[in-house]
């Protein structure tokens, strides 16, 4: 039950920085971007993205868990409702700011609350920790190149990039980190 709720919030955050209208996190920039080209909405191919990405795992000997899977289906189900009961702001900037801000602060709680069961990585962590393992390459270095290409593809498919782009990859690494303590300030655990 805490890993659906984790993946929901995570989502509904997402959909918040969507309907910002001033710039989505990296992986929704490029969902959004493929939902410019294909029939497909926002949570579908948030959902198709996320399934193509988890096809990489095989040749690297990467094994999906219950969590891996929930984290496809979840996520995208949760950034599409998002985008239908958050309304757009398209001229407020202070309440875009908002949006923004928030956005951060659900996707940090929910990736804490995700982080914490244990239950399988989702795709992007698994492809970024198989691929730290195979090449030797540092894990930040594997992070930013995978969340770079996703960026620059989406934003070449004309997903919006902008002022929300740049604080979500500013603050969400904080916003995990803070998330994290809170969750096991909350939740202790007990040797």
Same mark, same amino acid.
């Given at each position: 039950?805490?890993l659906?709720?984790? +993946?929901a ?5 997402d959909?918040?920085l ?7 996190a ?9 939902s !410019? ?8 191919s948030t959902f ?6 988890l096809?990489?795992w095989?040749?690297?000997?990467e !094994?999906p868990?219950f969590g ?5 289906v979840?996520?995208a189900a949760a950034?599409? #409702? ?12 202070a309440l875009?700011l908002?949006y923004?801000?928030?956005g951060i602060?659900l996707?940090? +709680?929910g990736?804490?609350?995700y982080?914490t069961?244990?239950?399988?990585p989702?795709?992007? *962590?698994?492809?970024?920790?198989a +691929?730290?393992k195979?090449?030797g390459?540092r894990?930040?270095r594997?992070r930013?190149g995978?969340?770079?290409s996703?960026l620059?593809?989406g ?5 919006r990039?902008g002022?929300?782009?740049a604080l979500?990859a ?11 303590? #809170?969750?096991h ?5 007990? *040797?």
């Amino acid at each position: 039950m805490i890993l659906f709720a984790a +993946l929901a919030i995570f989502g509904l955050g997402d959909s918040l920085l969507i309907q910002s209208h001033i710039g989505n996190a990296p992986w929704s920039v490029l969902a959004q971007g493929l939902s !410019r080209h294909t029939p497909f909405s926002i949570g579908e191919s948030t959902f198709i993205i996320s399934a193509v990405v988890l096809l990489f795992w095989f040749p690297l000997k990467e !094994r999906p868990g219950f969590g891996t899977v929930s984290n496809l289906v979840i996520i995208a189900a949760a950034i599409q #409702l998002g985008l239908y009961i958050f309304p757009p702001l398209n001229h407020v900037f202070a309440l875009q700011l908002f949006y923004v801000f928030l956005g951060i602060a659900l996707v940090g +709680l929910g990736s804490a609350f995700y982080i914490t069961c244990g239950l399988g990585p989702g795709p992007r *962590d698994g492809l970024m920790t198989a +691929l730290h393992k195979r090449t030797g390459v540092r894990i930040g270095r594997v992070r930013l190149g995978i969340e770079l290409s996703a960026l620059i593809i989406g934003g070449l498919l004309g997903g919006r990039l902008g002022l929300g782009t740049a604080l979500f990859a500013l603050l969400i690494g904080n916003s995990i980190a803070l998330s994290l303590n #809170l969750v096991h300030k909350l939740f202790p655990i007990k *040797d």
